[in-house]
């Protein structure tokens, strides 16, 4: 398949994913990662522009140089993701409420963006991280943990992806992850079934 088809299809997923309006209930994970490659693999060009703001060193202006992506992940279901341009109540809590039902268990790490979750409705609770806990009891965020590492290291092996493109390839990860379970023939059907509700006027990713 060409390089068109390939883009075609990932276009699909993208807008499949958007267009999901059920909102999902049960026990549900939290969390924000940060996506991009590391300074030594930035463009020249780039290096300059962060050399000059002082954002070249390791860990220092990653979320200059790195895309900011919510997650949320229903335990034993399916991850949704959506990119962000920062982790702020103001941004995260219309996603939640819009994606998530009132009453539902809510877990995450203590991030700041995430105190009022209580207050709209949700059964939240919460692991420090900043304290070195990841486990207390049932109330843990491996399951998205888990699934950063292993998108990354896959979209690491698409080079130079361009931003405009970005997209297409995140949402890929999404779905290969929510489909993993389907045998070859299946997620053939799966991903035809997707193409033909696949309308290119609405498609509108960035």
């Known amino acids: 398949m060409c390089w068109q088809g390939y883009q075609l299809i990932r276009k699909s997923l993208v807008q499949a994913s958007y267009r999901g309006r059920k909102k999902i209930t049960g026990t549900i994970e939290l969390d924000e990662s ?3 490659g590391t300074f030594k693999n930035l463009r020249k060009k780039v290096k300059q522009e962060l050399r000059k703001l002082g954002l070249n060193k390791r860990g220092g202006g990653a979320k200059y140089r790195k895309q900011p992506v919510f997650g949320i992940f229903k335990r034993n279901g399916k991850v949704y993701l959506e990119p962000i341009p920062e982790a702020k109540a103001k941004v995260l809590s219309p996603l939640i409420t819009k994606k998530i039902r009132v009453g539902s268990n809510v877990f995450s790490d203590t991030g700041t963006w995430y105190a009022g979750l209580v207050g709209l409705g949700y059964m939240h609770k919460t692991v420090d991280h900043g ?4 486990v207390a009891g049932e109330v843990h965020i491996n399951g998205l943990e888990g699934f950063w590492g292993l998108s990354k290291t896959n979209m690491h092996t698409y080079k130079g992806i361009k931003k405009t493109n970005w ?16 045998n070859f023939d299946e997620m053939v059907e799966k991903i035809i079934k997707i193409l033909m509700s696949y309308k290119r006027s609405n498609f509108v990713p960035y």
């Open 34 to 36: 940060f996506y991009g």
């Open 131 to 134: 304290k070195q806990e990841y």
């Open 167 to 182: 997209l297409l390839y995140l949402k890929e990860m999404e779905f290969r992850y929510n489909y993993r379970k389907l």
